[in-house]
C-alpha cells in the first residue's frame, strides 16, 4: 500500500514538474524578446556566419531597393 502512494507521488510529482518546466518554456513575451526554449533552439540551430538568420542577404536587398525607391520619391 505504502509502494502506490510513493508511485503515486512521482508521477503526480512529475507531471507537475514537466508541466512547470513546459509553462515557462512557452510563456508569452512581449514583443522582441524570445522564451527560454527559444533561444535554446537559437544556440544550437544559429549559423555564426549569418547571425541574423537564413534570409540575411535578401532582406538587405530589399531594404536597399526600397531605400533607393523611397530617395528617388523625395
Given at each position: 500500500?505504502?509502494?502506490?502512494?510513493?508511485?503515486?507521488?512521482?508521477v503526480v510529482?512529475?507531471?507537475?514538474?514537466?508541466?512547470?518546466?513546459?509553462?515557462?518554456?512557452?510563456?508569452?513575451?512581449?514583443?522582441?524578446?524570445?522564451?527560454?526554449?527559444?533561444?535554446?533552439?537559437?544556440?544550437?540551430?544559429?549559423?555564426?556566419?549569418?547571425?541574423?538568420?537564413p534570409d540575411?542577404?535578401?532582406?538587405?536587398?530589399?531594404?536597399?531597393?526600397?531605400?533607393?525607391?523611397?530617395?528617388?520619391?523625395?
Amino acid at each position: 500500500m505504502t509502494l502506490v502512494f510513493v508511485l503515486a507521488f512521482v508521477v503526480v510529482a512529475s507531471v507537475a514538474g514537466a508541466s512547470g518546466i513546459l509553462a515557462l518554456a512557452a510563456r508569452r513575451t512581449p514583443a522582441g524578446r524570445r522564451t527560454p526554449g527559444q533561444r535554446l533552439a537559437d544556440w544550437f540551430t544559429r549559423n555564426p556566419r549569418r547571425p541574423y538568420g537564413p534570409d540575411t542577404e535578401r532582406v538587405a536587398a530589399e531594404l536597399s531597393i526600397l531605400t533607393r525607391r523611397y530617395d528617388k520619391l523625395v
